[in-house]
């Protein structure tokens, strides 16, 4: 039997920790460009950025900004295994985390691990110290959705010291520019420009958008939508945008919040909303303002949660994928365990589910 071949990527893997075990690189050193890497090893740029970024996850190499990519400032020391995991989530509520977690703990139990479960409430304190306890009671590995990841990242240090320790980290739902870890997550790009050709499917023009402006998804699908309107030569209009924080939902769409919401909708005849969770709300916002859905305004969104069928009309959104997406996020952090290959950024595309909330016009 043939053995299987070992990806490209991996001899370049294989050659820069030989050459770190070989002190032919130090601590610090300044690694050749991705140019160089290519043409030595006759692979392409893409595949040798595979190979370092790999070793970025790893703690191996640094990337500095304008600068290159250099062996760690230091060495990662061995610990013993706890066969512990900490998985951190923003939130853990009857919405889309209890599946996620579900498939996240069916792979680490398969496997022989355990998992310590920490919740943020998407505030940055509160990731801190998860953060610090984590690392001074010790882990195998983390799986972790990043706290405000629309903002810069203010845990820096610690994300840091997690790459030092090796410790193996998989982000879910949005990322850390700063940070080469993997990631598993909706193509919210993608999802955002879906949402827009839907309604513009519809004979929709005036399309408004609410979106959340501390997480990254917020950003992207704003991103897509932005994008699908401009491609049908449909004029971007910010005043038809709301943007919202996550503080605002502490106070539950306050009466300011909800005229703003209104106004801002009121001359559209379709909005785009971040999450089925923001969707309901702005549908009580229009249902209260004596507006129909969809005769008068249309409405999509985003996760096909419970909350979808509990509004005015049935949510017409985009499945998340919930229990697959906690899944490969745990199956690709007992990769980076087993030293073995994973995809550095994992992307689920939107699937539209049609319910009554979007009309032709």
């Known amino acids: 039997m043939n053995k299987k071949t070992e990806p490209k990527y991996l001899k370049v893997v294989h050659a820069i920790k030989k050459q770190i075990a070989d002190n032919a690189l130090c601590i610090g050193d300044r690694l050749q460009s991705e140019n160089e890497l290519s043409h030595f090893f006759g692979l392409s740029r893409q595949t040798v950025r595979q190979a370092t970024s790999i070793l970025e996850s790893e703690g191996i190499l640094e990337r500095r900004r304008g600068s290159g990519t250099y062996v760690a400032s230091a060495r990662i020391v061995p ?3 706890t066969m512990n995991i900490g998985v951190i989530t923003t939130y853990l509520d009857d919405y889309i985390f209890p599946s996620v977690i579900q498939g996240i703990d069916r792979i680490l139990t398969q496997n022989g691990y355990s998992m310590q479960l920490s919740i943020t409430y998407n505030k940055v304190e509160n990731e801190t110290k998860i953060l610090e306890a984590l690392l001074e009671r010790g882990v195998d590995g983390l799986i972790i959705e990043p706290t405000k990841s629309g903002l810069p990242n203010l845990n820096m240090d610690l994300y840091k010291q997690i790459k030092r320790q090796g410790i193996p980290c998989v982000f879910i739902h949005a990322c850390y520019q700063e940070m080469s870890f993997p990631y598993v997550a909706m193509d919210d790009f993608m999802c955002g420009k879906a949402a827009a050709d839907y309604l513009v499917q519809k004979n929709h023009s005036q399309i408004a ?3 959340k402006s501390d997480d990254m998804q917020g950003h992207l699908r704003y991103a897509g939508y932005a994008s699908e309107l401009k491609k049908n030569k449909l004029l971007l209009r910010e005043e038809r945008i709301v943007w919202f924080t996550t503080e605002d939902l ?7 919040f909800e005229q703003q919401v209104f106004k801002r909708l009121e001359n559209c005849t379709a909005v785009v909303c971040y999450n089925d969770q923001i969707a309901l709300r702005v549908m009580k916002v229009l249902v209260k303002n004596h507006k129909r859905i969809p005769l008068d305004v249309s409405v999509i969104s985003f996760d ?6 509990m509004g005015p009309v049935g949510l017409t959104t985009f499945s998340h994928p919930k229990e697959e997406l906690g899944k490969v996020a745990a199956e690709n952090l007992m990769k980076l365990i087993k030293s073995e290959p994973c995809d550095i950024a994992v992307k689920f595309k939107p699937e539209l589910v049609e319910r009554g909330s979007v009309c032709k016009i």
């Open 79 to 81: 610990h013993a295994a």
């Open 304 to 309: 096909n949660s419970n909350l979808a069928t």
């Open 250 to 256: 502490d106070i539950e769409f306050a009466e300011h």
């Open 209 to 211: 958008a609410v979106l």
